[in-house]
């Protein structure tokens, strides 16, 4: 039988205020209830002009079951607050979750399952599979998410579906192979998901999708520039295109000489 891992759930948050009890109880309960309590929950609070991080400081004193880490984030952008949650991780197997109840919080446990029976090194969720709620999503972003779900697609040879899907679940020992593939890189990814997706690729690990129903936020706004970050998104493919293409010629030139 395959080892039961032990859980990270790291989630930034910014601006919500109104929603992070919901989710908090939420992704507890049904963690709980599948794995015990060997979790811990690390949230990561923006720099928000609401009581987000009041309200998630408070949840440390009133759920003393948990473990509950929270940290204020030193920079800007999703990417940053994801890197900083790594830092915290202790666990085997580490989740990255939105907390604006965007994707349902209980859908973790099947992406963990899948990691703890050994189907997969890292989980993808996919938003573009199931009906979205009216409002989740705006059309310009589904035709931004098919383009770059297409193109990476068709450079790591896994078939995806959504690239940006914020709902991943991967081996703590990935964490090593995202450093190094950043240290490769030009182009910083401004929201994590490319990095995190193509260091599993170029390490070789299994990769799976799971799809997950794509609800409209209760609360706040995106902080997402569609243009500038697209714009970034792309530059950081041709950087990726590069080392890819480049490792794959210096691996076919190597096999001509043994």
Not at 45 to 58: F, M, P, Q, V, Y
Not at 85 to 98: N, T
Not at 226 to 251: A, M, P, Q, V
Request: hydrophobic share 35%; aromatic share 12%.
């Amino acid at each position: 039988m395959v080892k039961e891992p032990r859980l990270s759930i790291v989630s930034t948050i910014y601006k919500s205020e109104k929603t992070i009890i919901e989710f908090l109880n939420r992704m507890s309960k049904s963690v709980l209830n599948t794995f015990g309590d060997d979790y811990e929950i690390i949230i990561v609070c923006g720099r928000s002009t609401d009581n987000t991080l009041e309200k998630a400081k408070s949840l440390i004193e009133s759920r003393p079951e948990n473990v509950i880490k929270v940290l204020t984030q030193s920079k800007n952008g999703k990417a940053n607050a994801v890197w900083e949650g790594l830092e915290l991780s202790d666990k085997d197997a580490i989740a990255i979750l939105d907390s604006d109840l965007s994707v349902d919080p209980e859908k973790l446990v099947d992406f963990f399952e899948i990691i703890e029976n050994g189907h997969a090194d890292f989980v993808n969720g996919t938003r573009l599979i199931y009906k979205m709620e009216e409002g989740a999503m705006q059309s310009l972003n589904k035709l931004g998410n098919r383009f770059f779900q297409f193109i990476i697609s068709k450079l790591i040879s896994v078939s995806l579906t959504d690239s940006l899907c914020g709902t991943k679940v991967f081996k703590k020992e990935n964490i090593e192979n995202i450093k190094k593939w950043q240290n490769s890189m030009k182009f910083k990814d401004p929201f994590c998901d490319f990095d995190l997706i193509f260091s599993a690729a170029y390490s070789s690990q299994k990769i799976v999708e799971l799809p997950v129903y794509y609800r409209s936020r209760k609360y706040g706004s995106t902080n997402i520039s569609r243009f500038k970050d697209g714009w970034k998104l792309l530059f950081y493919f041709f950087n990726s295109y590069i080392l890819f293409k480049t490792d794959f010629k210096k691996e076919e030139n190597s096999n001509k000489y043994e």
